[in-house]
Each structure stands twice: as C-alpha cells, then as structure tokens.
C-alpha cells in the first residue's frame, strides 16, 4: 500500500509540473527572427572574430539588429563573395516594418 502512495504522490507531481513548464513555455516565449540563422549560414561560420563580434552568429545578430558598421567586417567572408551575398539576402527579406537593413557593403 506504501508503493501506491508514492506511485500516486509522483505521478500527480510530475502532471503538474510539466503543466506548470507547459504553461511557462507559452507566457515566456520568444519570438526568434529567422533572418540571424540564415545569415549565420551564409557567413563562412570561421568563429575569428576579426569582425569584432562574438564569432558568427553575433557578427549576424549585429546585422539583422543594424548595429555592425558595415557587411565587409568578415575577414574571411570577403574573399568568397559574402558581403554581397548577405546584401541580397537583406534585399529580399526586408525588416518586420518593411524597411530594408540600410547596412553597407563597405
């Protein structure tokens, strides 16, 4: 009869608090703009940090947030062509207000 008892004392537990994370993962959401992950994957994803950034995905939160100076930061990206490719990403996915990212290329 004990066995039941904590049988019974965890399962409700446990219901409640996945009901309570549940609940927690709706109320605490936050919405990820999609356009820094692109961005990170077009970047050549060396981590240096000659950009000044925090490897990658800062330099492509910097972009996306418009506070990186200009696109030609990524030392290694430049040789492949990645500042122009970043741009036209920019270009075709505009900012949540419609307003193109006013970055320059250099």
């Known amino acids: 009869m004990e066995i039941f008892w904590a049988i019974f004392i965890l399962t ?3 219901v ?4 309570g994370l549940a609940v927690a993962s709706k109320v605490f959401y936050v919405k990820v703009d999609t356009r820094v ?3 990170t994957a077009i970047l050549p994803n060396a981590n240096c940090g000659a950009c000044g950034f925090p490897g ?3 330099f492509a939160e910097a972009i996306v947030n418009q506070t990186a100076e200009n ?11 990645k500042p ?9 996915h505009p900012n949540d207000d419609g307003s193109v990212n006013p970055i320059k290329l250099k």
């Open 16 to 19: 409640l608090l996945g009901l």
């Open 71 to 81: 696109l030609s930061l990524c030392k290694p990206g430049l040789k492949s062509g």
């Open 56 to 58: 990658c995905a800062g």
């Open 84 to 92: 122009e490719a970043i741009r036209k990403y920019l270009d075709e």
């Open 12 to 14: 409700i537990l446990g």
């Open 37 to 39: 992950e692109d961005i």
